[in-house]
């Protein structure tokens, strides 16, 4: 049997975080995860130098079913915060757009700081170590605690007076994604907002999608919408064409807040007057509309554009002089206002986050901290799921911060000594 302050579960990005600063904060942490690697969502995110934050968080830039909730920690660990870590780490680091920031080098300079910064708390790591149960206690035998928590895993027994859950969600499977945080949070009685792909690929039905399937791998800047009155959205990324659908960051950002059953809008020329310009080349051209389409939208969507078009019975295919001008007003509606009903997702193999998940109406904002005492919930695990641009990064270190702070604050006020 071994006695440890906190044990942290997950060494992710919350994880590892939360369990660095618990230890330089004195407490004795005990990190554990199923898999031998740690923090493999750090190692791809960003092409693989780590989209780490974004300069301009807010709450305004999360989903959930308390939007609110996030705000407490964010406030009190801020994305200046994280780069200085950085700067006192030595890695290099640049914006590329929007506020997003990445490594200069490479994603492994995040691991490593997160991993040396366990090594200066003192954390214990068990890797790979799997949970096998977990039971509470009103008093312990162990700890000078008026709690423990015991569990059990394939390294031996284990005595706390604080569990960390830092499990993450359900993206990517095959980076051992699990549902370990949510049968957790079950067993004490917690609740879960339905969890569901988010930051995904959307799919569309194959006969309604053969017309574009050939225009997989193009790009291009767009508009993009979805819900209704006080629910509507909307982002101008670039979306990308896919064999099955549409992708992107324009599609990501989307798919968070789309609903099944529920249509997307989209404007393929949002910087463009679409109408005005195909009525001023109706009056001085005599080239084919599709030539001049290719004037707004790449020349490759123009043709499957005006080809859709006349398969449902447009009449788009002749020399833009000879085009109606009611022709060409429907021509600019659909390329300015492209309603899609999608059919589905390309589900968690390749959602970049999970949402819902631990319904905060159970957890302080201020600490992490459930409603069953010394428990706490961090980062994805947590129905709090931010936008594509190293959004949900900063959630992460900013809860694992706010619940490290309280760990250390708490179990110090009680005299908890492992």
């Known amino acids: 049997m071994q006695n440890f302050d906190v044990v942290v579960v997950g060494a992710g990005a919350a994880g590892l975080f939360c369990a660095g600063v618990a230890g330089q904060l004195g407490l004795k942490v005990l990190l554990i995860d ?8 750090i190692r791809i995110s960003g092409g693989g130098r780590c989209n780490f934050t ?77 949970l096998k149960n977990i039971v509470f206690s009103a008093s ?27 499990t993450g969600g359900l993206s990517i499977p095959k980076m051992g ?28 039905d194959g006969a309604a999608w053969a017309p574009y399937a050939g225009l997989a791998g193009l790009s291009l800047p767009v508009q993009i919408e979805t819900g209704s009155k006080k629910e509507k959205i909307s ?13 992107g960051p324009a599609v990501l950002q989307i798919s968070s807040y789309w609903q099944p059953g529920t249509p997307i809008w989209i404007n393929l ?20 509309i599709a030539n001049e389409l290719a004037h707004l939208v790449p020349s490759r969507l123009a043709d499957a554009w005006v ?28 390329l300015t206002r492209w309603e899609l009903s999608p059919t589905g997702t390309e589900a968690y193999k390749k959602a970049e986050v999970t949402a819902g998940g631990v319904d905060t109406r159970g957890l302080s904002s201020q600490t992490m901290e459930s409603k069953q005492a010394g428990l706490y919930f961090i980062g994805e695990v947590v129905d709090v799921t931010g936008w594509l641009g190293g959004y949900n990064f900063q ?13 250390a604050e708490k179990l110090q006020k009680e005299g908890v000594s492992a």
């Open 140 to 166: 312990s035998p162990y700890l000078s605690s008026a709690r423990s928590y015991e569990i059990e895993s394939d390294r031996g027994s284990i005595h706390c007076a604080a569990v960390v859950i830092a």
């Open 54 to 130: 974004n300069r301009d968080t807010s709450a305004a830039n999360f989903l959930g079913n308390n939007p609110k909730f996030c705000r407490s920690a964010l406030s009190r660990f801020t994305p200046r915060q994280f780069t200085e870590l950085l700067q006192r780490h030595g890695i290099a680091f640049h914006e590329k757009h929007k506020g997003q920031l990445f490594c200069d080098r490479s994603s492994e300079d995040i691991i490593q700081m997160l991993l040396a910064e366990c090594d200066a708390g003192g954390v214990t790591r068990w890797q790979p170590c799997r």
């Open 269 to 288: 020329a949002p910087g463009a007057e679409v109408l005005q310009a195909l009525m001023r080349a109706k009056m001085s051209s005599r080239k084919l």
């Open 307 to 334: 080809q859709a078009g006349v398969q449902s019975g447009h009449q788009w295919q002749g020399p833009i002089h000879e085009a109606s001008d009611k022709a060409l007003a429907a021509l600019a509606e659909s």
């Open 235 to 247: 982002f101008q990324e670039d979306l990308l064409f896919t064999h099955r659908g549409l992708s």
């Open 34 to 41: 199923h898999s031998d690697k740690v923090a493999e969502k």
């Open 177 to 204: 994604a699990t549902d370990l945080g949510y049968r957790i949070a079950r067993q004490f009685g917690l609740a879960l907002v339905e969890p569901r792909p988010a930051l995904v690929p959307l799919t569309f």
């Open 395 to 407: 959630w992460a270190w900013a809860s694992a911060f706010a619940c490290a702070q309280a760990l």
